[in-house]
C-alpha cells in the first residue's frame, strides 16, 4: 500500500497564476482533507470531504477549490495563486471521519511557493 | 475552544524516557486526546489516542490524568529518529481537528 500520495512535491508558481494540486489515497477511507502549513506553525484545514461526492469549507478556505473526483482522490485547485498562499501542502484520509477516535493518515507534502 | 498548551520544545538524551505533557483544562466528557508527530519535511504521523485510561501502543503509552485536564505522552527510549515535533489534540467530534504549534523534541546522542 502506498498511502497517501500526493503529486508534485515541489512547485513555484508566480502571482495569478493557476494549478492543482492532487491527492490520492488507496486505503478504501471514505473522508479526505486540504491542510496547510506555514512555517513554524501547526496545521490549518483548508477543505475537507466527508464522503465521496460531499465537500465542505474548513478554517482557510478562501482562495482555494476543492473536488473529490471518486473516493480515492481529492483535488484542491488555486485558481489565481497569491504569495500568501506559499506554504506546505498536506493531503489527509481517514477511514470514517468525525469520529472522536478517527485517525488521519497523511501524505507527505507538497511545498508551494508563489513569487 | 479546542485549544491544547504545550511546551515549545523539550530535550531528551538518546535511550532515556522522555515525558510530553499536554494541558487540556476546558476538555469535555466526550473529548478524546490524540497525540501526532511530524518528523523533519514529512506528514504527520499518528502515534496515540485515548479517552480516559491510560493506553499503550508499540510507538508510545499515554498517561490521562484522572480529572482529564492533562495528558502524558511517554516515549520510553528515545532514539534519534523520535527527533520531531509532536501535537497534542483534543478532538471534540467533527472533521475539523486543530492543530497547534506542538512540541518541538531534540534527543541528543
Known amino acids: ?115 | 475552544d479546542a485549544k491544547t498548551t504545550q511546551p515549545n520544545s523539550m530535550e531528551s538524551n538518546e535511550e532515556e524516557p522522555v515525558h510530553l505533557p499536554c494541558n487540556h483544562s476546558t476538555i469535555s466528557g466526550t473529548d478524546y486526546i490524540h497525540w501526532y508527530r511530524q518528523l523533519p519535511s514529512q506528514g504527520p504521523e499518528y502515534v496515540i489516542h485515548g479517552l480516559t485510561s491510560n493506553v499503550n501502543n508499540r510507538m508510545a503509552s499515554l498517561a490521562i490524568a484522572e480529572d482529564r485536564k492533562s495528558s502524558t505522552l511517554i516515549l520510553h527510549r528515545a532514539t534519534l529518529r523520535d527527533a520531531a515535533v509532536y501535537y497534542c489534540i483534543r478532538k471534540t467530534g467533527g472533521f475539523k481537528t486543530i492543530f497547534g504549534a506542538g512540541t518541538r523534541l531534540f534527543v541528543k546522542a
Request: with cysteine.
Open chain 1, 1 to 115: 500500500n502506498a498511502g497517501v500520495t500526493q503529486t508534485p512535491k515541489f512547485q513555484v508558481l508566480k502571482t495569478g497564476q493557476s494549478m492543482t494540486l492532487q491527492c490520492a489515497q488507496d486505503m478504501n477511507h471514505n473522508s479526505m482533507y486540504w491542510y496547510r502549513q506555514d512555517p513554524g506553525m501547526g496545521l490549518r484545514l483548508i477543505y475537507y470531504s466527508a464522503s465521496e461526492g460531499t465537500t465542505d469549507k474548513g478554517e482557510v478556505p478562501n482562495g482555494y477549490n476543492v473536488s473529490r473526483l471518486n473516493k480515492r482522490e481529492f483535488s484542491l485547485r488555486l485558481e489565481s495563486a497569491a504569495p500568501s498562499q506559499t506554504s506546505v501542502y498536506f493531503c489527509a484520509s481517514s477511514e470514517v471521519g468525525g469520529l472522536l477516535y478517527d485517525e488521519q493518515f497523511f501524505g507527505p507534502g507538497t511545498r508551494l511557493t508563489v513569487l
